[in-house]
Nanobody, 124 residues
Framework: QVQLVESGGGLVQAGGSLRLSCAASGRTFSNYIMAWFRQAPGNEREFVGFIRRSVPNTYYADSVKGRFSISRDNAKNTVYLQMNSLKPEDTAVYYC?????????????????WGQGIQVTVSS
């Protein structure tokens, strides 16, 4: 069974930075795609980005492109979401996710395993 655990969330002022981590267990981490989603109150869960195991290896939503970056440390079975130039509209619960087929997807239906989520709040 795959387990994903996010950490690193919190409160930050607009313009600041935060780095989220997602630790994975239960499978060979390096073989699989890892994605980040977020969900603000009253909104649908939306795609943030994903990282493949191969090159070119990252893809981002337009809303975060140029501000957020995803990286992975296969030795630590961990994927990171570096968030810079944060805006109040980035406030949400952030989730990491993975799937069994290894294909990139911008839809939440494309992922089989999810972390519990972690709150990120950006104050204005």
């Amino acid at each position: 069974q795959v387990q994903l655990v996010e950490s690193g969330g919190g409160l930050v002022q607009a313009g600041g930075s935060l780095r989220l981590s997602c630790a994975a267990s239960g499978r060979t981490f390096s073989n699989y795609i890892m994605a980040w989603f977020r969900q603000a109150p009253g909104n649908e869960r939306e795609f943030v980005g994903f990282i493949r195991r191969s090159v070119p290896n990252t893809y981002y939503a337009d809303s975060v492109k140029g501000r957020f970056s995803i990286s992975r440390d296969n030795a630590k079975n961990t994927v990171y979401l570096q968030m810079n130039s944060l805006k109040p509209e980035d406030t949400a619960v952030y989730y990491c996710a993975t799937n069994v087929h290894g294909l990139g997807s911008t839809s939440r239906d494309g992922y089989d395993y999810w972390g519990q989520g972690i709150q990120v709040t950006v104050s204005s």
